[in-house]
């Protein structure tokens, strides 16, 4: 009897440490994938479901006119204004700082009051430190334009030469691009044809030219740069058009 219970006491211990070592070597158990929903029961409405709401993400404007750095140009020039009252004397040394663009040709038009008595000229691209001397070619003091070019072989390299683009319509958004006063960088500022009309020009006030009015702010130093319909882009084919400022 005694015996009998003996083996029992052995078989239980036995198998109470055989299901201890299941337990412990057992692997743990892998993560519940996700089910599919329920189907529908007829006749019992279910939930409506959350629309996703997209979140917009900001995206730059492209620019309206292209690479214009690659046309525009400034022109420091170092002029001595004569003095027509006492001719005599030599006038003071002045320096004045404008802008010009591209044309075909290897040409740089600007206004003529930029280059007006100049002793020497100056002419800087974007992204270029270097100065390149320049020299008048033709001046029209009526309508206040000039052109200059530039001696150097590899200034026109890769430049973008500008066209002439036809009267812009009133109320049509443009943007005018020059070097005005407060930095060294390009400018650009926008604004709206107001006005067109033939007014008296101030550099020469001879006589009446077209004159196209804008709402954009224009500072010393944004004359000869172009102004250029907004809502042109460039293309490989084509080139923006522009006025005069």
């Not at 740089?108 to 270029?128: F, M, P």
């Not at 029209?140 to 430049?159: G, Y």
């Not at 020009?201 to 030219?209: A, K, R, V």
Request: proline share 11%.
């Amino acid at each position: 009897m005694k015996r009998a219970l003996i083996f029992v006491g052995i078989g239980l211990l036995v198998g109470s440490t055989s299901t201890f070592y299941a337990q412990q070597s057992a692997p743990a158990a892998s993560p519940v994938e996700p089910q599919a929903p329920p189907p529908a029961i007829p006749g019992r409405s279910s939930p409506p479901a959350q629309a996703v709401v997209p979140v917009p993400v900001p995206i730059a404007p492209p620019k309206p006119n292209g690479p214009v750095q690659k046309s525009l140009v400034r022109i420091t020039a170092t002029s001595v204004e004569p003095d027509y009252k006492a001719p005599w004397n030599s006038g003071g040394i002045q320096r004045g700082v404008g802008a010009g663009f591209v044309i075909s040709g290897n040409r740089i038009l600007t206004n003529a009051h930029v280059v007006s008595n100049s002793r020497y000229l100056t002419v800087e691209r974007e992204g270029d430190p270097n100065k390149y001397s320049a020299t008048v070619q033709f001046v029209a003091h009526d309508c206040d334009l000039a052109l200059i070019t530039v001696s150097a072989p590899d200034f026109f390299k890769n430049m973008l030469p500008l066209k002439f683009g036809g009267i812009p319509a009133l109320e049509s958004t443009v943007s005018a691009y020059g070097y005005p006063i407060g930095g060294e960088r390009m400018s650009v500022t926008t604004g709206i044809v107001s006005r067109i009309d033939f007014q008296l020009y101030t550099h020469s006030s001879i006589d009446q030219h077209l004159a196209i009015q804008i709402s954009a702010q224009i500072n010393p130093g944004n004359s000869g740069g172009p102004v250029m319909p907004s809502r042109f882009r460039v293309t490989a084919a084509m080139s923006p058009k522009a006025w005069p400022t």
